[in-house]
């Protein structure tokens, strides 16, 4: 399994924006479709972002829609989640996830496909 590295989480006023990175060293990360998911105490995991590996469509659910961002710098080898207009309820440990996919809405909202693999997570926190 190939490993990524997520970073960037913190601590932010509702209201406030964090930008998170999500990195790998040794494999392309644009060959593949890229994730982010969140997970809270006591709730399902959520997609919040992906982006295709084929074309860079994005999907987003409703509950960041307008707020989240997915982007990848190819250069860097790196995908970036832009969170705005951040509020309590986006508390949670946010992880991104790799998969031989090539539509992000189904990476995002499937239940049944398994990705191919995961970061550690990295935790955000914005307080009520």
């Known amino acids: 399994q190939l490993q990524l590295v997520e970073s960037g989480g913190g601590l932010v006023q509702p209201g406030g924006s964090l930008r998170l990175s999500c990195a790998a060293s040794?494999?392309?990360?644009?060959?593949?479709?890229i994730g982010w998911f969140r997970q809270a105490p006591g709730k399902e995991r959520e997609g919040v972002a992906c982006?295709?590996?084929?074309?860079?469509?994005?999907y987003y659910p409703d509950s960041v829609k307008g707020r989240f961002t997915i982007s990848r710098d190819n250069a860097k080898n790196t995908v970036y989640l832009q969170m705005n207009s951040l509020k309590p309820e986006d508390t949670a440990v946010y992880y991104c996830?790799?998969?031989?996919?090539?539509?992000?809405?189904?990476?995002?909202?499937?239940?049944?496909?398994?990705?191919?693999?995961w970061g550690q997570g990295t935790q955000v926190t914005v307080p009520s």
């Open positions: 982006i295709s590996s084929s074309d860079d469509s994005t």
């Open positions: 040794s494999f392309k990360l644009d060959y593949y479709s």
């Open positions: 996830a790799y998969a031989a996919l090539k539509e992000a809405q189904a990476m995002c909202v499937s239940r049944t496909i398994a990705l191919d693999g």
